[in-house]
């Protein structure tokens, strides 16, 4: 079995770019969004805490069955820990047996970020130039990269509570090629903006801004809400806008998209790929992703890294899995 660690990934990044990681990355998500019918899928399963919730995330088709374990505690921050660690394991279909076991808190960074762009691709405007984002802790700098790869960004505005998050934002992000502009409100930060990102980690029903707030034909990317009674917008914006999520039966539960019926649910994500509905339509709508993560995601992007951890030598292989001589002497390893 193949471990690829956090060293692994640094690795990895060093050697191909965030940028041409980020274009296989999408590649690869439209790739299997578009092949829909052949997996099989179901929710995640989620047990939670008071101070906040793991999950497992399963999919699989013929080939491959993928998963990962993933934590959401927004109050780890304040414990000098992640509010997310993940790690995942990807296996071969055919035996059972695993090929990968690897870190998965900076792949479902990049991964979060590559679905958002995925689905800005049909719901933004092409011409998209200015993105405000709302929240600058651990997933920002990935979702305006992954952004940038596909739009021609010129101006980042953004803004958080915590001052300090948006010092350490600009800091990573400074050396890039667009203007970055601190907000001291968020209704500054997405006034006429092209795409509006929002990412914030507390719990509870929040109203970060009102329809009023943004202009005719934005983009919005909510990754904020992901789990039952969490949601960042409010319902007038919901009945306002097109929306499209990743997988319903999830989303209901734990999306922005709690708020309101199925009925109002334009689209999931595979059938923007597929062309079976479309995306954007005119200059004027108002766009919605409901991103809460989905398990097809994690199976694209461990996918992903098995391939490029043949193509660069990467990881080390353990032996994790017994091999013995008579597949049915098992005991035989241990006289």
Known sequence: ????????????????????????LITSLEHDFSRWPDFRLSPRH??????GVIELMPCADDRYYAFKYVNGYPG????GKLSVVATGQLSDALTGYPLLLAEMTLLTAF?????????????????????????TGAQAEFQVLGFKRLF??????????????????????????????PCDTIQEAVRQADIVIT??????????????????????????????????????????????????????????????????????????????????????EITLFDAVGFALEDYSALRLLYQLALEHALGQELDLLPEPVDPKDLFGLLT
């Open 152 to 181: 021609p960004l010129k101006e980042i505005r953004f803004y958080d509570k915590d001052p300090l998050a948006m010092i350490k934002f600009a800091h990573n992000l400074k050396t890039r090629n667009f203007a970055l502009t």
């Open 46 to 51: 989620a047990t939670y805490y008071a101070h």
């Open 1 to 24: 079995m193949k471990v690829i660690t956090v060293r692994d990934m640094q690795k990895l990044i060093a050697t191909i770019g965030i940028e041409a990681f980020f274009g296989r």
């Open 111 to 135: 991964r979060t970020a590559a679905t958002c762009a995925l689905a800005a691709k049909y719901l933004a405007r092409k011409n998209s130039e200015t993105l405000a984002i709302i929240g």
């Open 199 to 284: 990412a914030t980690a507390a719990y509870g029903r929040h109203r970060l801004f009102d329809l009023q707030d943004i202009a005719p034909g934005t983009h919005i990317n909510a990754i904020g809400c992901d789990c039952p009674g969490k949601t960042e917008l409010p319902p007038e914006l919901l009945e306002a806008a097109k929306i499209v999520v990743e997988y319903l039966s999830q989303s209901l539960i734990e999306g922005e998209v709690q708020q309101c019926d199925a009925e109002r649910i334009h689209a999931e994500l595979w059938e923007l790929t597929t062309g079976s509905k479309p995306g954007r339509e005119n200059s004027d």
């Open 76 to 79: 780890n921050p304040a414990k």
